[in-house]
Every structure is written in structure tokens, then in C-alpha cells.
T-cell receptor, first 113, second 113 residues
Framework: ETGVTQTPRHLVMGMTNKKSLKCEQH?????MYWYKQSAKKPLELMFV???????ENNSVPSRFSPECPNSSHLFLHLHTLQPEDSALYLC????????????FGPGTRLTVT | AQKVTQAQTEISVVEKEDVTLDCVYE???????LFWYKQPPSGELVFLIR??????QNEISGRYSWNFQKSTSSFNFTITASQVVDSAVYFC??????????FGPGTRLSVLP
């Protein structure tokens, strides 16, 4: 079974919609991450969760709201997004801290219209 | 501040050629980790290697090898006898202990048959 799964793989939403991205890891890891990958920018770390507690929020706008109900699941709730939020959103997990290698999911390709 | 530079935006080689991807990093810390990830067209980043700052031994894994030189703050990646399946975007990343990843902008490698 794939280590880290993400759903949906593709999402098109209007600026007034509310949607959620889901990530699940089957590796028994304790840390999970959300990244944003845009065409013209390096990979940007958005949020870090360790043992279900948020340990990092890299100045992400409040229209992105993460949720980590347990160590295997991570959500990214989206509302009133802007067209510039269109990107590939990647989820990752690692055994413990951020110095461990991370295992990535396939990403959700988000388009905001 | 941490920074990772991958000066080569795109590289094209013909199958069976050797290719080296450059990575230069900046950090003030003495303890840090360096990583290489591969992102094939499917989008999922794949972990390749992690090195800590105290281990400057070069590493070889099959056709892949890594040259870590603290004196020049470089962590270069060489693919020997490249194959079409090596076509991907390759990212170098840096993390200081207890902090979060900084990814380089990536190098797109195209291996032509």
C-alpha cells in the first residue's frame, strides 16, 4: 500500500467555495507536513504537525486551515481562496522531527477559478 | 538565514551519459542535514539521500553518487550512465537541527533516448 495518500488528486474550486484536502499516512510516522508547490517558486513549507500538535505555521494566510485529528491523518481546509493559490499541494510525513527524511504523497493539483 | 541554490535550472543529456547536479547551501549552523529528492512527472517527491554535517564521506548507491564538501558548501549529485527513467526534477534541501526544510528551486533533468 502506498505510504502517503492524498485525496482528491485534482480539485477545481471557485473563490467562494469551501473544500478540504485529505492526507493519510500508513507508515506509523509522528510528524506530518503540508507544502505548496507553485510553478515559479521553490517548495514552500506551510504547516508542520508533530504528534498531532501544530509546531510550525509559516505565515500562511488564514484562508488555509489545517487539522490533524490523529497522527495518521492531516487535512487542509480551504475557503475563499484566490487564483494565486492555485498550485500543487503536497503532504508529507516523517518518523519524528524535521531532520528525518520525509515521505511525500502524490499531491493535490488545485485550481482556483 | 538558510539558503539552497541549484544553479542549473534545466539539463538535457543523452542516455548513458553521466550528469552532475549541483547544490550549494548556506547556513551558519554547524549541525545540519542535507537531502536530495526526486520528483518524477507523477508529482510525488521521492527521498534519495540524507547526510548530516559531520559525515563528509561520499556515498554511492548504484548509479547514484553524492559528493559532500563542507569547504565549498556543496552537496552535488551525480548520475552515472543516465537512463530515461531518471528524467525528473531533482531538489536539494537543507535543514538545521530543530528547524524546517529549505528546498532549492530544483533542477529539471531530461534524459533523451
Amino acid at each position: 500500500e502506498t505510504g502517503v495518500t492524498q485525496t482528491p488528486r485534482h480539485l477545481v474550486m471557485g473563490m467562494t467555495n469551501k473544500k478540504s484536502l485529505k492526507c493519510e499516512q500508513h507508515l506509523g510516522h509522528n510528524a506530518m507536513y503540508w507544502y505548496k508547490q507553485s510553478a515559479k517558486k521553490p517548495l514552500e513549507l506551510m504547516f508542520v504537525y508533530s504528534l498531532e500538535e501544530r509546531v510550525e505555521n509559516n505565515s500562511v494566510p488564514s484562508r488555509f486551515s489545517p487539522e490533524c485529528p490523529n497522527s495518521s491523518h492531516l487535512f487542509l481546509h480551504l475557503h475563499t481562496l484566490q487564483p494565486e493559490d492555485s498550485a500543487l499541494y503536497l503532504c508529507a510525513s516523517s518518523q519524528d522531527g524535521t531532520e528525518d527524511e520525509q515521505y511525500f504523497g502524490p499531491g493535490t493539483r488545485l485550481t482556483v477559478t | 538565514a538558510q539558503k539552497v541554490t541549484q544553479a542549473q535550472t534545466e539539463i538535457s543529456v543523452v542516455e548513458k551519459e553521466d550528469v552532475t547536479l549541483d547544490c550549494v547551501y548556506e547556513t551558519r549552523d554547524t549541525t545540519y542535514y542535507l537531502f536530495w529528492y526526486k520528483q518524477p512527472p507523477s508529482g510525488e517527491l521521492v527521498f534519495l539521500i540524507r547526510r548530516n554535517s559531520f559525515d563528509e564521506q561520499n556515498e554511492i548507491s548504484g548509479r547514484y553518487s553524492w559528493n559532500f564538501q563542507k569547504s565549498t558548501s556543496s552537496f552535488n549529485f551525480t548520475i552515472t550512465a543516465s537512463q530515461v527513467v531518471d528524467s525528473a526534477v531533482y531538489f536539494c534541501a537543507l535543514i538545521n537541527y530543530g528547524q524546517n526544510f529549505v528546498f532549492g528551486p530544483g533542477t529539471r533533468l531530461s534524459v533523451l533516448p
